[in-house]
């Protein structure tokens, strides 16, 4: 991991009340998300987003050093961005995200569960976006915690949601679930992808309550289905 994500404030946490889908949790798979015949596929969405539309004031960096060279783009229904995917193995800890295993562990995520519990990256597929900051504000394009995102990888789609905010100048990252799902290695110290990854974070809908894998693939699949009807 490049650094430890950041938690948004209280106040901020009140301007990202979700529109809330309900549907009832159930334990991740094991694997990826297998798609059912006639899913969305990941070059149907790669399809959509031949042009960029930036809506970023200025540039990402993916890691500390490198050059500032990623673009946040916008559609009518969603933003997107292609970076690497670090590990974030933030959250609850488990057997496989725990200080131990990452030294750059805290037990902390940016949007918690109704119980008032910290997400778990071993479990939930989410994905990390860049804290407000002048180069880009989630919060005026309807994203935030529990937003609903499709993540693309050499041919795969894994839906996720919004579950962490991380450094202000940097993207790309996602939880280990995430990872998992599209088949890279998901240690957060010596995993991840250096490249290729593809974002989207659709507007709107939000799911809840933020663990829930189920809706968010079930929600996922529709507004991915939405987003390619638009183009």
């Not at 750059?104 to 804290?131: C, G, K, M, N, W």
């Not at 079930?218 to 183009?231: D, H, K």
């Amino acid at each position: 991991m490049r650094v430890q994500s950041l938690t948004l404030v209280a106040a901020s946490a009140a301007l990202l009340a979700p529109a809330a889908l309900s549907a009832a949790a159930v334990p991740p798979p094991e694997g990826p998300f297998a798609h059912n015949e006639g899913a969305v596929t990941a070059a149907d969405l790669l399809a959509r987003m031949h042009t960029c539309a930036q809506v970023s004031r200025g540039r990402y960096r993916t890691d500390d050093g490198a050059p500032a060279n990623v673009r946040v783009c916008g559609t009518r229904e969603a933003v997107f961005w292609k970076a690497d995917l670090d590990v974030d193995c933030d959250g609850r800890p488990t057997a496989r995200c725990n200080p131990r295993t990452d030294p750059s562990f805290t037990a902390a995520t940016a949007f918690q569960q109704p119980d008032d519990r910290h997400l778990s990256a071993e479990f939930v597929p989410y994905i990390v976006i860049p804290a407000p900051s002048g180069i880009w504000d989630h919060r005026a394009h309807g994203i935030g915690g529990g937003s609903v995102a499709a993540v693309i990888y050499r041919g795969r789609v894994q839906f996720a949601v919004v579950g962490d905010t991380g450094p202000r100048g940097l993207i790309g990252e996602a939880s280990y679930a995430t990872a998992r799902g599209l088949g890279i290695r998901p240690d957060p110290s010596l995993g991840g992808a250096a490249s290729g990854v593809t974002y989207i974070v659709f507007k709107g809908p939000r799911v809840t309550p933020v663990e829930d894998r189920r809706a968010a693939e079930a929600e996922g699949e529709r507004l991915a289905r939405q987003f390619l009807g638009a183009g």
